[in-house]
């Protein structure tokens, strides 16, 4: 099972840390992402991280803002989110597959939505 946590409202600049927690450790060898979907909108790619951790990929309009991690001894992926904006207003998700895709189709497994707010 995969859990996502961390989101809430924060003013634009502000900064969050997303959390993706695999309380069983089912998917410490699978690549995890994470999507957000905005009101309206479809499902869009954010960032991904390898098993090992030391393979990164990220949507062109979040990076440099936004850096995924992981601990695979606490079985949790991170993604710290600085100089938030209002459109990264959305509800965020962690997905996990065997294999890294830019694609939300192609992701099997997925956890509930954390919503992140960004306001003043």
């Known amino acids: 099972q995969l859990q996502a946590s961390g989101g809430g409202l924060v003013q634009p600049g502000g900064s969050l840390r997303l959390s993706c927690s695999d309380s069983e450790g089912t998917f410490t060898y699978y690549v995890t992402a994470w999507f957000r979907q905005a009101p309206g909108k479809e499902r869009e790619f954010v960032a991904a991280?390898?098993?090992?951790?030391?393979?990164?990929w990220y949507s062109d309009s979040m990076k440099g803002r936004f850096t995924i991690s992981r601990d695979n001894d606490k079985n949790a992926v991170y993604l710290q989110m600085n100089v938030l904006e209002s459109e990264d207003t959305a509800v965020y998700y962690c997905?996990?597959?065997?294999?890294?895709?830019?694609?939300?189709?192609?992701?099997?497994?997925w956890g509930q939505g954390t919503q992140v707010t960004v306001s003043s």
């Open positions: 991280v390898n098993w090992k951790g030391d393979m990164k």
């Open positions: 997905a996990a597959d065997s294999v890294f895709s830019w694609r939300v189709e192609q992701y099997q497994y």
